[in-house]
């Protein structure tokens, strides 16, 4: 796929997870059960969109590969995306287990596992990032995707 449109996506899980968090530790302080709606909806949509990113970005891992840029570093950014996935999955599975009982162990239980989410969503996005700002993924096309010359007169007329 040549269209970069896993970084057009991206940003949406990203906003949506670390909100998420926020929502349950304002249902947590409040202690009001719309808080905690509202944060689960938003764990659900936030993993959902994920997913979304993570199918564009495998298909856009060939493009970016051609383009020079280290396997590397690709795997790396790769990983953490498929274990931040995994892990938030992980947490939405250990909320629906738990809703009817939620002590404060599991509370206690479920934010761990939430700052581990969101330092790995981190950890994720900042390799991303060095993706992109390090090594020009999504802004270096390959030489071969490359049609037309570009136009040598770049001043305006």
């Not at 899980?13 to 249902?27: E, K, M, N, R, Y």
Request: glycine content about 8%; proline content about 5%.
């Amino acid at each position: 796929m040549s269209h970069p449109i896993h970084p057009m996506v991206v940003h949406f899980p990203i906003a949506l997870l670390f909100t998420s968090v926020f929502f349950d530790l304002l249902g947590i302080i409040k202690k009001d059960k719309n808080f905690d709606q509202t944060g689960s909806w938003l764990l659900v949509l936030g993993l959902l969109g994920g997913v979304v990113a993570a199918i564009f970005g495998a298909w856009s891992e060939d493009v970016v590969k051609e383009a020079g840029i280290p396997e590397s570093a690709i795997d790396l950014h790769e990983t953490l995306a498929y274990v931040t996935i995994a892990t938030f999955g992980v947490l939405l599975l250990f909320q629906w287990w738990t809703r009817k009982r939620w002590s404060e162990r599991d509370r206690v239980i479920y934010l761990c596992g939430a700052a581990l989410g969101l330092l790995l969503l981190s950890m994720t996005g900042f390799y991303g990032g060095n993706l992109v700002y390090e090594y020009g993924a999504a802004v270096k096309l390959p030489a071969s995707s490359m049609t037309t010359a570009p136009a040598t007169n770049t001043s305006p007329p």
